[in-house]
T-cell receptor, first 110, second 110 residues
Framework: NAGVTQTPKFQVLKTGQSMTLQCAQD?????MSWYRQDPGMGLRLIHY???????DQGEVPNGYNVSRSTTEDFPLRLLSAAPSQTSVYFC?????????FGPGTRLTVL | EDKVVQSPLSLVVHEGDTVTLNCSYE??????LLWYKQEKKAPTFLFML????IEKKSGRLSSILDKKELFSILNITATQTGDSAIYLC??????????FGKGTKLSVIP
């Protein structure tokens, strides 16, 4: 039981590049979400999904897309990276109110 | 607007000290209060509280919720350097809403 896994752990992009952050969970949780964490800002919700085929926007969705084709996977796409997207990104799955976080992806956009 | 406020924002103590971390919340349709510990990587779950006045304990950590005064405290007794971390308070409300505090950074020095 791996829990929540994320890849890559680190990534450097140039402004304008696109990429996908991968997230997978093997706990059969319906609810998954993506957060970004910035100094002094805490964890902010980007997008979330309450089940396969269902996604919705969180607090800071601009510049990001998600899809949920299976229960296990919830990728986050950066369409055209900007320096403001430099952050640490956490994926989480959830049962009731308890969240299980992935190890995070540290993204730097130059 | 839902909000969770943690205090203090940072705290430095010596090993062996007892610390109390505070979390106040204002959310609509409150459901639960959760505490997480975040060291260098992802937050890890500590406690979930749903009822007032019932203390939850895990080793040297304990937490209690006051739903009348809308706050929770996290106590750590006989602190150790391994307790150094950011402690996050999260309020669950509504259907899926989770509101995060910005965290208290605890530093325990030998």
């Amino acid at each position: 039981n791996a829990g929540v896994t994320q890849t890559p752990k680190f990534q450097v992009l140039k402004t304008g590049q696109s990429m996908t952050l991968q997230c997978a969970q093997d706990m059969n949780h319906e609810y998954m979400s993506w957060y970004r964490q910035d100094p002094g800002m805490g964890l902010r919700l980007i997008h979330y999904s309450v089940g396969a085929g269902i996604t919705d926007q969180g607090e800071v969705p601009n510049g990001y897309n998600v899809s949920r084709s299976t229960t296990e996977d919830f990728p986050l796409r950066l369409l055209s990276a900007a320096p403001s997207q430099t952050s640490v990104y956490f994926c989480a799955s959830r049962v009731e109110d308890t969240q299980y976080f992935g190890p995070g992806t540290r993204l730097t956009v130059l | 607007e839902d909000k969770v406020v943690q205090s203090p924002l940072s705290l430095v103590v010596h090993e062996g000290d007892t610390v109390t971390l505070n979390c106040s919340y204002e959310v609509t349709n409150f459901r639960s209060l959760l505490w997480y510990k975040q060291e260098k990587k992802a937050p890890t779950f500590l406690f979930m509280l749903t009822s007032s006045g019932i203390e939850k304990k895990s080793g040297r950590l304990s937490s209690i919720l006051d739903k009348k005064e809308l706050f929770s405290i996290l106590n750590i007794t006989a602190t150790q350097t391994g307790d150094s971390a950011i402690y996050l308070c999260v309020a669950g409300a509504g259907s899926y809403q989770l509101t995060f505090g910005k965290g208290t950074k605890l530093s325990v020095i030998p």
